[in-house]
């Protein structure tokens, strides 16, 4: 079962699960041949790498907020297997078993609306969280409600309708407070209007950083996804905030990673970055 608690500082923070998927290990790291990723990963017979997503469950001050609602809940056979698609753990399971239904959701913090992170959203043509907010920032919605050749197959409108005819989705111009100890930041590169969620509280810090850092195996900067529509935004905003995580011990929760839920940079004996398992 995968439910990795953690508390930091007023907020119980809980990494779950809406089950596991793979893609094409050369799409995952962009440049890097295979001979050097391989070894990190491994892959399957059809060259893709194994992932998981991983939505954040915050609760403070009876208050509860999901960061992504998970994977898009549809698609036929073959849509199914291209991905490897297994969802034997789910995020409403999960959910379920702590005693929390979809109504009792408040707040709905987006990174990105790709289908593998706010495919939760709904199901049937309906809202999934009928009482929840969406936040996300306005650039993201635009794009993704705009896409072009390169973005389109990771935007599925039956995710997005739903909320959007509800009037649930809550625009974000930049950084923004949430509430106190709680705040979105700009992380582009992946997609224009990408953001990671930021909590802070009592001299504590844990960054859900989206696809800015999928998995583990992505923390040498150059490990860069050939999906992301802005490679080199990527590496500059790397590069700023990871000199910063790595400086203040931040957690990082990770959106992708199979095993690790939270892991704390470091450099290697070389001065590369890599990760360092904490949850």
Known sequence: MWRRPRQIGRFAVTS?????????GGA???????TVWEPLTGSDAQNRIPLRINPLLLEVDGLRILVETGFHDGGDRSWQERFAVRREETLLGGLAELGIAPADIDLIVHTHLHFDHAGGNTQAGQRRFPKARHLVQRQELYDANHPHE??????????????????AFELLDGEAE????????????HTLGQQGVFLESEGQQLVYVADLLPTAAHAHLPYIMGYDLYPVTTLEVRRRWFADWLEQGALLALPHDPEVAFAQLELDPKGRYRLRREG
């Open 178 to 189: 949430i509430l106190p100890g709680l705040r979105v930041v700009p992380l582009p590169g």
């Open 16 to 24: 779950l699960t809406d089950g596991c998927f793979a893609l094409d």
């Open 28 to 34: 995952m790291f962009g440049t890097v041949p295979k």
């Open 150 to 167: 390169r973005s389109r197959a990771s935007y599925l409108q039956e995710d997005l309708e739903p909320v959007e005819r509800a009037g």
